[in-house]
């Protein structure tokens, strides 16, 4: 589901409408099976519950359509699941502006770091029928990152920094070293090891791996003809572009990301995403015990609970316990569930700010920080649970405005919410350089709540925007001037010991310059003119063609103005 909205004041009018049919279209449409959200889920024993107020549905369409444009988020797509069913969908703004491509529920994100959930369900396949030892020390498979005492918990716990076990600390490159662990196990790929054993089984048809540096058509052109991974080429095609924002916090489009391994990578729908929920409450991926393991807090070595467990993060509020994982990078991504509700909640963003600003990954933060998470906590696991409405808070109003408004909050445990959400906002405005608004939630905040233990330094952004690069001026070449490239380079003899690609073989692929070293980890050149190409991952590197007519036998590497080693053409 997912409705085009026209922009201006008929769009609250046409979302009021939408909201109050939803529910219905959403009844009829799973039990038909005439659409994409039929098929979801699979066949679910529990019902969906209560069925939610379509004056719920209202408010959170509105207050999603509000945060988006407030953090300045080009596009955006969300759902509701709940006890195996798609509840609720739906697409914000636009996954291309350029082009106005709205954005849909079936629009692909990159899901950054919620990657590492599916990587920890590949690893507990493995410690759940027997073929690892958690505690494993990772040198075991050739990983060293200086401590020999470093286990395979650690790395998927996020305690491996310092004494290991002794504390939190994220590391998303330290966690993407268990690729290496489950390549080993699995005899694959991590990109087939995915494929094989979450997403084919789940229907996942809408989710795949990163392609790498060199685009699409490479990454297809390296494909043999039967590669079951070319049926996913529209993953790629259809996915929303990526923005990021200047020092004035405009947005501008940037380079789709290349990593792919357990750390980040993914890429993927909010409906694909349903479906992987949905395996997950029912225990189709593990069973209830290993998840279970999954979702407890680590403990720490002074017997403290860490604030994630295995592959997630893992809390308790009110006691609720609320299972989650965030990712930011080009894109942003959350994904939380509440367990014994049999609810959660996906949102899926073409820019950082779904989750840079909320300090979401520290060792005492909560998901609750995040206002798209705390949207979703109201309206569907607080609000059921209270006899009256939960007030709603304008917090760009002025700082009488607010102090009045927060003064009609009275029990203890809803202004100790409030307190916090109004930090949020805080937060929220000072990740799109708001600082009158900053300012305002600041003065009410010592207002409205005297003997809170908050600074006015205590905002939280992932470093300030940075200017917009200057893009890299490169030439065409003809026909002719690309052919003295193309061909396959050996490192010269006396050259070896440098630590460069013995091989490289120089490509041309959708009239771009592509350098295809022997482990495959290509990258893009640049033309400066006909004899001399620019790296595009390292802008202080070239390849300098010599010879004067017909395919180059030679070419240089220069590094800092500096010629080190050269190639030659293999013949």
Known sequence: MGGKWPEGRTKALMRSWHAVVLLVITTLLVGCGGSDTSAVLGDADATAGDPVNSETLVRFDAKLEFLRQALRIPGLSAAVVKNQELLWAQGFGYANLENRIEATTGTPYGLASVTKPFAAILLMKLFEDGRLDLDTPIVEFGIDLGNDAITVRHLLSHTSEGVPGSHYQYSGDRYSRLTTVIERFYGDSFRRALRQEILDPLGMDDTALNVGGCGVAYYLSALGPDDLERAFEHVYRELAVPYQVDLDYEVYPVSVPTYANAAAGLISTVVDLARFAAAIERDELVASETKQLIFTPTKLNSGADGPYGLGWFTETVADTRLVWHYGYGAYSSLFLMVPEQGLTFIVLANTQNLSRPFRLGAADGSVLASPFALAFYKEFVLSPRLSDPLPAIDWTADTDAVVEQLAQVTDPKLRELYEGELWTYRKLYAGVGRRDLTSQLLAAHRRAFPDAKRTAGDLYQVGAPAARPTEIERIELSEAEASRWIGRYTLRAADEAIDL??????????????????????????????????????????????????????????????????????K
């Open 501 to 570: 690609p013995l091989e490289v073989e120089v490509r041309m692929v959708e009239g771009r310059v592509l350098a295809v070293p022997r482990n495959d980890e290509c990258q893009e050149l640049l033309p400066q003119t006909p004899l001399r190409l620019r790296s595009a991952s390292n802008l202080d590197l070239y390849l300098v063609g010599e010879g004067e007519t017909g395919p180059f036998p030679t070419v240089a590497v220069e590094y800092h103005g500096q010629v080190i080693p050269a190639y030659e053409r293999v």
